[in-house]
C-alpha cells in the first residue's frame, strides 16, 4: 500500500497509525471492503431510517368522545374508535409506523381491575413479544392516574408507555385531543422516553404517572405533578425532559401481573375523613371482608379519635392500614399526630389515597406485614 495513504486509512478505521502492523495486499484490500460496506449500510439506514413502530392501545375517555352539538358542554366519552382517532390527524404517519387496537371504548370513571389486567398483558406483548418501540394508552382523565400507576408498578418492559387524554372531545371548540395524541405519539418513539416508568402527556406536558394528578375538573392544565414536579414539556412532538424518575418502576420492580385475575386482588377500600366521622363505615368495611383500609386523612393524614380506633380495631385483626392525606399533596410519613408504631399503622408517604389504595393491593398479594408493606411505600 502507498506509505503516504495509510494515515488517511488509519483514521477512516479509527485506529491510530503506530498502532498499525503493515499488512498483506489482501488483508488491506479485505479490510478496505469491509470499512466500504460498513459505510454503505450505515448511508443507507440512514438515507431509509424507519420510522419508530408505535401501538396504540385505545380505551375511551374524552379523548374519543363527541359532543351532539359543539357548544354543548356534554358528550360522550368514548364515541371515535381506534382507527378513527388516528385516521383523522394524517401527520401521525409522517413520525411513526402505528398500529391500534380496542382495548374498551369507556369513560376512565368506569375503568375496571379487568381493563387493568387485559391493557397491562397487551403493553408487555406489544413491547416484549412483538417489536414495537413504544405503546401509547389513550384513556379518560378521571382516573388516568391511577392506571398510569399501576402499569409503573407491573409492566415488565424499558419501552416508552406513554398514556395521552383530552379536557375537551374532539367535536369541541379549540379541541386538545389531536395534539396531545400526535405529542403522545411522538414521545413514545422518542428514546429519551426509555427507561422512565410510564408517562402522561397533556397540556404540552409530561409527567411520570407516579406524580401525576389531575387537580381541577375541566380546565386543558388540570394535570400536575405536585410532589416531585413534571417531568418535561412537549413541543409538537419534541420533548424536553427535566428530571428523572427515581422511584422504582416497570424493569426494576418487584410486582407483575403473572397469575394476577381481577378476583384475586385483594380488595382494599378508601375512607375519607371529614369533621366528625364516626368508626361505623370502617367497622362495616372490615366485617364486609375489605384486607386493606386506605385513610385519605386530613391533614398529615389524621382523623377522627372514633375513626382511630375503628382503624386499630382493623389493625389488630391483620387488616392493613394505610395513612395518606386527603390534602393533594405532601408527604405523610409515620409517627408525626399518630403513633403508627403502636396502633401498627403504615404511612402512605408520598401517595395520594388513590395511589396508595393501588400499592397496597399488589403489596397485599406478597405480604400482610405491616413492616414489609412499609418499605413498600418507601420504595415505590
Ligand atoms: N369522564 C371522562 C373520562 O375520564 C373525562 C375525560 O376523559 O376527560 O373518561
Redesign the pocket.
Known sequence: MNAKLLPEFSILLGVRLKDVRIPTHAAILRTAFAALLFAATIACSQAGQSLPKIKVLAT????SGAQTSQMEAGYK?GTFSVDDLIKAIPQLKKIAELSGEQITNI???TMTHEVWLKLAARIDEALEVSDNDGVVITH????LEETGYFLTLVVKSAKPVVLV???RPATAISADSAINLYNAVALAGDPQARGRGPLIILNDTIHYAREAQKMQTTRMDTFASPNRGIAGMINTGKAFFYSANTARHTTKSEFSVDGLTAGNLPQVEVVYSYTNLGGEIIDALVDQGAKGIVLAGVGDGNTTDAALAALERAAKKGIAVVRSSRTGSGIVDRNVEVNDDKLGFIAGMELSPQKARILLMLGLIKTTDAKALQQYFYEY
Do not use: A, E, K, N
Not at 60 to 63: E, F, H, K, Q, W
Open positions: 375511551g375517555g374524552t379523548i366519552s369513560g376512565s370513571q379518560g382523565t378521571d382516573t387524554g383530552s379536557m
